[in-house]
């Protein structure tokens, strides 16, 4: 592996648009590169790759080597969809690929968002939830939760095997004391 590229000279390199452009691609799930590309080459698109969040998978040996770029989260997300189908109802299953139908420039967005909401699952592609606070601290604030009948009964309980958890250790190692 080479040294870290400045992010100016990533840009200048004629593979900075290509990927750029793939990236926002929603239709694309693979970019190739074919075997004209060096070993430098590689490495300027390894890192263009890290910078941009894609994937990629080199290939090959020799004067042979490859090097493509991919948006794994997206297949993963596909493929578990596809799981999450077959398992669900027949009209969720319906109407999530009535969905897809509906909106094909937006399939990776609408699938992503069947895996999150259906499946209970993170969905990488839509990225990370900076800021966003549970439901709970944004009406209430700091109020209180309030208990229910079943947790105010058992709190005796709970701190009985608390307490019986933990062994006293004596100070020359001797269990018990």
């Known amino acids: 592996m080479a040294f870290q590229r400045t992010l100016s000279r990533l840009q200048g390199t004629p593979y900075w648009k290509p990927l750029e452009e793939f990236s926002k691609d929603e239709s694309k799930l693979e970019h190739g590169f074919g075997t004209r590309v060096t070993s430098a080459a590689r490495e300027d698109i390894r890192q263009i790759c890290k910078y941009m969040g894609l994937n990629f998978r080199c290939a090959g040996n020799g004067s042979q080597k490859r090097i ?3 948006k794994l989260d997206l297949l993963r997300e596909r493929a578990r969809a596809e799981e999450l189908c077959k398992d669900a109802p027949k009209h969720t299953s319906g109407y999530f ?13 609408v ?16 990225g990370e939830d ?5 439901a709970e601290e944004q009406e209430g ?3 209180k939760r309030q208990r229910t009948e079943a947790a105010s009964e ?6 009985e095997e608390l307490l019986n958890r933990y062994v006293a250790v004596g100070e020359d190692g001797s269990m018990g004391m």
């Open 68 to 70: 493509m770029a991919l």
């Open 97 to 109: 690929k009535s969905v897809l139908r509906l909106l094909p420039e937006h399939r990776n967005k």
């Open 130 to 134: 900076y800021g966003k606070k549970p």
């Open 111 to 126: 699938t992503a968002l069947f895996v999150q909401h259906y499946g209970g699952e993170k969905a990488w592609s839509l």
């Open 141 to 143: 604030g700091d109020a």
């Open 154 to 159: 058992s709190d005796d309980e709970d701190i």
